[in-house]
């Protein structure tokens, strides 16, 4: 496996076996992503100019509860990846209920693998299929409030959004879902 690393230096060291080393001689260095010989996203750290992080695409655990509760709920397949560059988190996934449950009230969707930042009045807005529900008359809409880690589900019937409730889902509602947000 090969490496990139970075020095802030006008010389660069010589690199060891398998890897590299990209340099810049002042504190202002451009954004930079790299692949490796395995086809792997790695982490570029800046000490003067921050840290940008890559987190490969990795499984996160979609999941929903009504009223805060899960008593009884049932998945058939759950599909999903997360990628974080930066501040960014890009994550997007799929499930398939196969009982709703027995829990009642506001309906959430939860799991989502870190939280948004928490700058306020900032609601991020996220793109959603969702199929095999009842009593809906409109678009179904979605987002992530500050400092969430869960997607308020809503649908906007008369011009107005209502909250969706476990009385919308049914034992065969699929969700599939793609957020895009800033994170701390």
Same mark, same amino acid.
């Given at each position: 496996?090969?490496?990139?690393?970075?020095?802030?230096?006008?010389?660069?060291?010589?690199?060891?076996?398998?890897?590299?080393?990209?340099?810049?001689?002042?504190?202002?260095?451009?954004?930079?992503?790299?692949?490796?010989?395995?086809?792997?996203?790695?982490?570029?750290?800046?000490?003067?100019?921050?840290?940008?992080?890559?987190?490969?695409?990795?499984?996160?655990?979609?999941?929903?509860?009504? +009223?805060? *509760? =899960?008593?009884?709920?049932?998945?058939?397949?759950?599909? $999903? @990846?997360? #990628?974080? &560059?930066?501040? %960014?988190?890009?994550?997007?996934?799929?499930?398939?209920?196969?009982?709703?449950?027995?829990?009642?009230?506001?309906?959430?969707?939860?799991?989502?693998?870190?939280?948004?930042?928490?700058?306020?009045?900032?609601?991020?807005?996220?793109?959603?299929?969702?199929?095999?529900?009842?009593?809906?008359?409109?678009?179904?809409?979605?987002?992530?409030?500050?400092?969430?880690?869960?997607?308020?589900?809503?649908?906007? +019937?008369? *011009? =107005?959004?209502?909250?969706?409730?476990?009385?919308?889902? $049914? @034992?065969? #509602?699929? &969700?599939?879902? %793609?957020?895009?947000?800033?994170?701390?």
């Amino acid at each position: 496996m090969s490496y990139l690393t970075f020095a802030e230096s006008a010389t660069p060291s010589t690199p060891s076996t398998g890897k590299a080393t990209i340099f810049a001689p002042t504190a202002t260095v451009p954004t930079i992503g790299v692949l490796n010989d395995a086809g792997v996203l790695g982490q570029l750290a800046f000490s003067a100019a921050g840290t940008l992080t890559f987190t490969p695409p990795t499984a996160w655990t979609p999941a929903v509860s009504f +009223g805060g *509760g =899960t008593t009884g709920i049932t998945y058939g397949t759950r599909s $999903t @990846n997360y #990628t974080r &560059i930066g501040n %960014m988190l890009f994550a997007y996934g799929y499930m398939e209920l196969t009982s709703k449950g027995s829990s009642t009230g506001t309906a959430l969707m939860t799991g989502l693998p870190v939280a948004a930042v928490g700058t306020a009045g900032l609601i991020i807005p996220v793109v959603l299929r969702i199929t095999n529900l009842t009593g809906i008359t409109g678009m179904i809409v979605g987002y992530v409030a500050p400092s969430g880690q869960v997607v308020n589900l809503q649908y906007l +019937g008369t *011009g =107005t959004a209502t909250t969706m409730t476990d009385a919308h889902f $049914t @034992n065969t #509602t699929d &969700i599939a879902i %793609m957020a895009i947000y800033q994170v701390t």
